[in-house]
């Protein structure tokens, strides 16, 4: 959940916004594989985002983002955020505790 100019934004992923994230070019399937910058994140929070506002665009979305900024959040902040959502509409586990698997592992 994050929050933004007062108002909390539930990130969801469910299956036909997958399918249309898979549509885009953006492979789900492989999040560890995915680029993360800017413009991917953007086009991420915007799908968390379409359960809620299914005409949300990508304007919209980084407008909404740079609020959040504006507000003290950060840019890692939200990537986690949006990682971990994606992970847990997958059925995986919160990103944090595969980082810890990770590093017991080692």
């Given at each position: 959940m994050l929050r933004i100019n007062g108002k909390?934004?539930?990130?969801?992923?469910?299956?036909?916004?997958?399918?249309?994230?898979?549509?885009?070019?953006?492979?789900?399937?492989?999040?560890?594989?995915?680029?993360?910058?800017?413009?991917?994140?953007?086009?991420?929070?915007?799908?968390?985002?379409?359960?809620?506002n299914k005409k949300i665009t990508q304007a919209q979305a980084g407008d909404l983002m740079d609020a959040f900024f504006e507000d003290g959040g950060d840019f890692n902040e939200l990537t986690d955020e949006i990682m971990n959502c994606l992970n847990k509409s997958l059925g995986g586990k919160p990103v944090e505790e595969e980082k810890e698997k990770e590093e017991e592992g080692k």
């Open positions: 909390d934004y539930e990130l969801r992923y469910p299956i036909n916004v997958l399918c249309s994230m898979c549509d885009a070019g953006i492979d789900v399937m492989n999040l560890k594989d995915l680029k993360i910058d800017v413009k991917v994140i953007r086009e991420l929070f915007m799908y968390g985002l379409k359960h809620d």
